[in-house]
């Protein structure tokens, strides 16, 4: 599965999350306390206590895929903030590789 980059919309979820839950936990976490459409064909990330086991929720037009990653050092998430977080492609690029960026300061860029 690819993904038009400039297109995707990728949602964190701010608090710890049982990582038994499959399509419909995580479906009725998306539609109950994100708040937001699980059928929209945006990135719905879920992530475990410890903060190294990471699932997400995507609906591709004929079903839903979900996509778990767990690292053997480190962590995706240090801290919860309790609150949903919208992020870029390249942020999600970056939490996968276990890189959690705090206190940045993005410049609007361009396009032609």
């Known amino acids: 599965m690819f993904f038009p980059e400039g297109n995707l919309r990728v949602f964190l979820y701010g608090k710890p999350v049982d990582m038994r839950k499959s399509f419909t936990g995580l479906y009725a976490l998306t539609k109950n306390m994100l708040r937001e459409d699980p059928l929209s064909g945006n990135l719905f990330v879920f992530v475990n206590r410890r903060g190294n086991y990471l699932k997400a929720l ?55």
């Open 58 to 112: 995507y609906w591709d037009r004929t079903g839903f895929c979900i996509w778990a990653k767990r690292l053997e050092q480190g962590y995706f998430v240090r801290s919860w903030s309790g609150e949903k977080k919208e992020m870029s492609w390249t942020g999600l690029k970056l939490l996968l590789e276990g890189i959690e960026i705090k206190n940045t300061k993005r410049y609007k860029r361009f396009a032609l």
